[in-house]
């Protein structure tokens, strides 16, 4: 029969002293294997040979644990006791030392069995780590304000450099000018739809050579503001530029798209895919679910799930339309601010913080 010594309540004796202060993370391995190796050496006769085991069941990289190991030698070395690995060694040591690393939420617990023929003895080392920093947003996401209204704004679309917008509301397209930083009305022309739009309605404009079309549910018009603000409106729905088939499903505010759209839990119903400030590729700014006090947050989906890369924006009320903007990097977004009633069209810009 195996026996174990009163080493056993020595350990545990240790396990409740050994509270030591949290260390930097690369301080770590030098300070555990020191103190492990002394407690270690307390079981052990002068001079032993030993072999040296060590099983790793926490999560710490391998090259660190590999480093421990050695760490451990050299502090039993300093103290006269020399290691074998037994796959080396041509006789087996009289002592064996078995080292185990484990992981709980409180940290690393590691314990060393010290064994010699049927006699076991354990002694037991808790280690705190660093608790881990919160990770940096890789984006920022900043908001500008453009314009306010009492109907409900469908998009907005910025043309000649920036000087002028137009704004798509649910019976109308209405311009403005650019004057010092406010914007003044220029224009206004009327949606002569065929028939009325879906409740809540929902609306796109997008820029073209000559002009803007205006793609909503139940019509798609064309228009110029050069010289004036003209507008004609057609019955049907038309594909968007850029896409093979994206069109608003007749009637209904519900996009059929030619790509998958994405749906997440935590997402709301508004996200746009805009370029990403960071290198290639796109990622998807998403409103939050919350329908009374919302807020956008940019994500990457990476393996088929979305991987939050900025701080949530909070916002004063919900989303009612979020689109990809005419300049990369930038989404137009409107929000039903809860406290005055109004519709808020803002420009939403990421950038990247690395």
Same mark, same amino acid.
């Given at each position: 029969?195996?026996?174990?010594?009163?080493?056993?309540?020595?350990?545990?004796?240790?396990?409740?002293?050994?509270?030591?202060?949290?260390?930097?993370?690369?301080?770590?391995?030098?300070? *555990? =294997?020191? /103190?492990?190796?002394? $407690?270690?050496?307390?079981? %052990?006769?002068?001079? +032993?040979?030993?072999? @040296?085991?060590?099983?790793?069941?926490?999560?710490?990289?391998?090259?660190?644990?590999?480093?421990?190991?050695?760490?451990?030698?050299?502090?039993?070395?300093?103290?006269?006791?020399?290691?074998?690995?037994?796959?080396? *060694? =041509?006789? /087996?040591?009289?002592? $064996?030392?078995?080292?185990? %690393?484990?992981?709980? +939420?409180?940290?690393? @617990?590691?314990?060393?069995?010290?064994?010699?023929?049927?006699?076991?003895?354990?002694?037991?080392?808790?280690?705190?780590?660093?608790?881990?920093?919160?990770?940096?947003?890789?984006?920022?996401?900043?908001?500008?304000?453009?314009?306010? /209204?009492?109907?409900?704004?469908?998009?907005?679309? %910025?043309?000649?450099?920036?000087?002028?917008? @137009?704004?798509?509301?649910?019976?109308?397209?209405?311009?403005?000018?650019?004057?010092?930083?406010?914007?003044?009305?220029?224009?206004?022309?009327?949606?002569?739809?065929?028939?009325?739009?879906?409740?809540?309605?929902?609306?796109?404009?997008?820029?073209?050579?000559?002009?803007?079309?205006?793609?909503?549910?139940?019509?798609?018009?064309?228009?110029?503001?050069?010289?004036?603000?003209?507008?004609?409106?057609?019955?049907?729905?038309?594909?968007?530029?850029?896409?093979?088939?994206?069109?608003?499903?007749?009637?209904?505010?519900?996009?059929?798209?030619?790509?998958?759209?994405?749906?997440?839990?935590?997402?709301?119903?508004?996200?746009?895919?805009?370029?990403?400030?960071?290198?290639?590729?796109?990622?998807?700014?998403?409103?939050?679910?919350?329908?009374?006090?919302?807020?956008?947050?940019?994500?990457?989906?990476?393996?088929?799930?979305?991987?939050?890369?900025?701080?949530?924006?909070?916002?004063?009320?919900?989303?009612?339309?979020?689109?990809?903007?005419?300049?990369?990097?930038?989404?137009?977004?409107?929000?039903?601010?809860?406290?005055?009633?109004?519709?808020?069209?803002?420009?939403?810009?990421?950038?990247?913080?690395?």
């Amino acid at each position: 029969m195996i026996r174990v010594t009163s080493a056993l309540f020595f350990g545990w004796a240790l396990l409740l002293q050994a509270q030591v202060a949290v260390q930097p993370p690369d301080q770590i391995m030098p300070a *555990a =294997a020191a /103190q492990l190796a002394a $407690r270690t050496l307390s079981l %052990l006769p002068r001079h +032993a040979s030993i072999s @040296l085991e060590i099983q790793n069941l926490a999560s710490s990289p391998a090259p660190d644990w590999s480093n421990f190991r050695k760490l451990l030698q050299d502090e039993l070395r300093k103290a006269g006791v020399e290691t074998a690995g037994a796959e080396t *060694a =041509a006789t /087996q040591p009289d002592w $064996r030392v078995r080292v185990t %690393l484990s992981e709980d +939420a409180r940290g690393l @617990l590691l314990v060393a069995e010290v064994s010699n023929g049927e006699n076991r003895q354990i002694a037991m080392l808790p280690w705190k780590l660093p608790a881990a920093a919160p990770a940096k947003p890789r984006i920022s996401v900043t908001k500008k304000f453009l314009w306010n /209204q009492p109907e409900p704004i469908l998009d907005v679309l %910025l043309v000649d450099s920036g000087s002028e917008m @137009l704004i798509l509301s649910a019976d109308k397209v209405a311009s403005y000018r650019l004057a010092g930083d406010k914007w003044t009305p220029s224009a206004a022309a009327s949606l002569l739809l065929p028939r009325p739009l879906p409740r809540d309605p929902r609306g796109r404009l997008e820029a073209t050579a000559g002009g803007f079309e205006a793609f909503l549910p139940v019509a798609t018009c064309t228009g110029a503001w050069n010289s004036e603000l003209r507008l004609t409106c057609s019955s049907g729905v038309a594909n968007w530029p850029g896409t093979l088939a994206t069109h608003w499903a007749a009637e209904r505010n519900v996009l059929v798209a030619d790509a998958p759209t994405p749906s997440f839990e935590g997402w709301g119903s508004d996200w746009a895919s805009i370029a990403d400030p960071c290198g290639a590729g796109t990622v998807d700014i998403a409103s939050s679910p919350n329908s009374e006090r919302d807020s956008v947050r940019a994500y990457l989906i990476r393996d088929g799930q979305p991987n939050a890369l900025s701080d949530a924006v909070p916002l004063p009320g919900p989303v009612t339309a979020l689109w990809p903007a005419e300049t990369a990097g930038q989404a137009t977004m409107v929000v039903r601010n809860l406290q005055t009633g109004q519709y808020e069209a803002s420009r939403l810009a990421l950038a990247c913080t690395e």
